[in-house]
């Protein structure tokens, strides 16, 4: 049930001229629940009704004629304030949770339409690091929200499996390195080989001309660039798996850059019959000086391709394969000019569709304020922190709670979930100092609040059947809503009825701190509840409507963490 949309339907008769949906949009809810649960300013109102703000609240007031949902009315300095029937509230959003559970929030907004979201896209023999953390988790969580929101999802992780850093590797493979060294420290022999190649070139500049020598080689299918290219692919990926069993990722296509090799001639020729391309010392680019952008390079002079190529190309196949409704591409900020070029060069081209392809652009992340550089080496590995912070919640148990069962099991779920949510908790566009003393704290804003808010929730229900279950059998109709018209109360019920709107907000605003925020504000009102509520009281009646209220914590906690990436240990 949307109150926003009832209270629009009983407003629209007396707001002539506009419309049931617009008036629903100038709802809001107030800071102060003194200032109702719902409220509708109307200041916006008083130039078309050439009222005074308080004068159209009183007269809203006047002629209310009432619904069930709600108990009374007030108009207070320009705003008309509405408060919810507690009872019918109560009953109506216990209702939804526990005949919903795991589809609670979820809306067919999207009919199936298909969204193809591009994320992740670690680059082929260098380190799986901090910093893609965040495009890896906020394009998985985007996946999950717009997937409960009906949508078709393909995730795509677009390898960085091609490009002159291949050429640099086969270089430096061939002068200082060592087949058995690979094959035994794998991805880290890789990675000090390309460090060492960019200090070699510092001082030997010519072997930057070596290397482009060797990738067009590469693209020109010769077989010992080739196979030397496949070993370093096969070697990288084994790294990746390991990162991506750990976080819990999965992805419908792993289609990298060299996918689109053979598919990229027929589009230059396509720039060229529209007449988009021009030679400029032996290169070729798409000029956009009329959009305000340095040119588009499309070939580089010694013949090679380059990002925007192969982008160009990507998205026509990704049309072509998916149809999609949107393709969204999950990267840093610092790419942002490069995606407006080439999403100008589809446009250019004529393609209708250019305006379905969107950038979601995020922060840098960095340790104690160090940037990352893979060229110098000054990198975190990922496994290595999500690693680290397993160990550290391990240690946390061992001495909290020494005969936790599977504690192995809830220190990886918690350790791995600590990382994201502190990923995860703040805009995505804003820079991450990570830091080990906010990540991993179990009463702060954190990913083991909300988890252990969660298990706090399991453990009512368990006590509640003497240790068997965490199920809750009582129907919703059975349940006595008024007696949850305390303040704790009827503030949990408020934020349980505020998943489905935050869900649906994180979709269109892309933007999965909005779930994250959420499930820290419903962590704290279910413990304010916890501590103000006795809940395994003998009144069999208060008993059974909190914990319904309880259970629907529970149900709503577990879905909202899921929507992010996040596991929800029943025990911790």
């Known amino acids: 049930?949307?109150?926003?949309?009832?209270?629009?339907?009983?407003?629209?008769?007396?707001?002539?001229?506009?419309?049931?949906?617009?008036?629903?949009?100038?709802?809001?809810?107030?800071?102060?629940p003194q200032m109702g649960d719902l409220s509708m300013p109307c200041?916006?109102?008083?130039?078309?009704?050439?009222?005074?703000?308080?004068?159209?609240?009183?007269?809203?007031?006047?002629?209310?004629?009432?619904?069930?949902?709600?108990?009374?009315?007030?108009?207070?300095?320009?705003?008309?304030?509405?408060?919810?029937?507690?009872?019918?509230?109560?009953?109506?959003?216990?209702?939804?949770?526990?005949?919903q559970r795991e589809r609670y929030g979820a809306q067919n907004i999207g009919q199936g339409r298909n969204i193809a979201i591009d994320y992740s896209s670690p680059n082929i023999a260098k380190a799986f690091h901090i910093g893609h953390l965040r495009t890896t988790m906020i394009g998985n969580a985007i996946y999950k929200i717009f997937e409960f929101l009906g949508y078709n999802c393909i995730g795509i992780n677009h390898l960085g499996d091609w490009g002159t850093q291949f050429g640099k590797l086969i270089v430096a493979y061939k002068m200082w390195g060592d087949k058995s060294v690979v094959e035994a420290d794998g991805i880290d022999e890789l990675q000090r080989l390309y460090v060492k190649f960019h200090d070699e070139a510092d001082v030997k500049?010519?072997?930057?001309?070596?290397?482009?020598?060797?990738?067009?080689?590469?693209?020109?299918?010769?077989?010992?660039?080739?196979?030397?290219?496949?070993?370093?692919?096969?070697?990288?990926?084994?790294?990746?798996?390991?990162?991506?069993?750990?976080?819990?990722?999965?992805?419908?296509?792993?289609?990298?850059?060299?996918?689109?090799?053979?598919?990229?001639?027929?589009?230059?020729?396509?720039?060229?019959?529209?007449?988009?391309?021009?030679?400029?010392?032996?290169?070729?680019?798409?000029?956009?000086?009329?959009?305000?952008?340095?040119?588009?390079?499309?070939?580089k002079k010694d013949g090679g391709t380059l990002y925007h190529t192969r982008d160009v190309?990507?998205?026509?196949?990704?049309?072509?394969?998916?149809?999609?409704?949107?393709?969204?591409?999950?990267?840093?900020?610092?790419?942002?000019?490069?995606?407006?070029?080439?999403?100008?060069?589809?446009?250019?081209?004529?393609?209708?569709?250019?305006?379905?392809?969107?950038?979601?652009?995020?922060?840098?992340?960095?340790?104690?304020?160090?940037?990352?550089?893979?060229?110098?080496?000054?990198?975190?590995?990922?496994?290595?922190?999500?690693?680290?912070?397993?160990?550290?919640?391990?240690?946390?148990?061992?001495?909290?709670?020494?005969?936790?069962?599977?504690?192995d099991d809830v220190a990886r779920q918690v350790g791995v979930g600590a990382i994201i949510f502190n990923d995860l908790s703040n805009n995505r566009i804003k820079d991450i100092v990570f830091s080990w003393e906010v990540?991993?704290?179990?009463?702060?804003e954190t990913g083991p609040y909300v988890q252990y808010t969660h298990a706090r929730a399991c453990s009512v229900l368990?006590?509640?059947?003497?240790?068997?279950?965490?199920?809750f059998d009582v129907q919703p109709e059975q349940l006595d809503a008024s007696l949850l018209n305390n303040v704790e109360a009827q503030g949990l019920l408020k934020q349980l009825y505020l998943f489905k709107e935050r869900v649906e907000q994180a979709g269109m605003k892309l933007e999965p701190s909005i779930v994250s925020r959420y499930l820290v504000d419903l962590a704290q009102s279910f413990n304010r509840f916890y501590h103000e509520c006795p809940i395994l009281v003998d009144d069999a009646a208060l008993r059974q409507a909190r914990l319904a209220l309880v259970k629907s914590t529970h149900i709503t906690l577990r879905n909202g963490l899921a929507l992010i990436g996040i596991e929800a240990p029943e025990k911790m």
């Open 462 to 471: 368990r006590k509640a059947n003497d240790g068997a279950s965490i199920e």
């Open 1 to 32: 049930m949307n109150y926003k949309n009832i209270l629009a339907s009983q407003l629209i008769a007396q707001l002539e001229g506009i419309t049931e949906e617009a008036i629903a949009e100038l709802i809001e809810y107030p800071p102060n």
């Open 313 to 407: 190309t990507a998205a026509i196949y990704r049309k072509n394969t998916y149809d999609f409704d949107k393709c969204i591409y999950v990267t840093d900020a610092g790419q942002s000019l490069h995606f407006q070029q080439w999403f100008k060069v589809i446009e250019l081209m004529g393609y209708p569709w250019a305006n379905q392809l969107v950038h979601v652009p995020f922060g840098k992340v960095s340790l104690e304020g160090a940037k990352l550089s893979t060229r110098k080496g000054n990198v975190i590995r990922l496994e290595e922190l999500l690693t680290q912070s397993i160990d550290k919640i391990r240690d946390i148990i061992n001495e909290k709670n020494p005969n936790l069962e599977n504690k």
């Open 205 to 299: 500049p010519e072997l930057e001309d070596e290397a482009r020598a060797w990738f067009v080689k590469l693209e020109q299918g010769d077989e010992d660039a080739l196979q030397l290219w496949k070993w370093f692919v096969e070697i990288s990926l084994k790294e990746f798996q390991k990162i991506y069993d750990l976080l819990g990722v999965k992805f419908d296509s792993y289609a990298g850059e060299s996918f689109y090799n053979d598919k990229m001639a027929a589009v230059v020729d396509e720039l060229k019959q529209k007449n988009l391309l021009e030679e400029d010392e032996g290169a070729l680019l798409v000029r956009l000086d009329d959009y305000n952008m340095p040119p588009a390079l499309m070939i």
């Open 439 to 444: 990540a991993l704290n179990f009463e702060g």
């Open 43 to 99: 200041f916006k109102l008083s130039k078309q009704f050439r009222k005074a703000p308080q004068a159209i609240a009183e007269e809203l007031k006047q002629n209310w004629q009432g619904h069930p949902a709600f108990q009374r009315v007030e108009a207070v300095s320009g705003y008309f304030n509405v408060f919810l029937e507690p009872a019918y509230f109560a009953k109506n959003v216990l209702g939804e949770v526990l005949e």
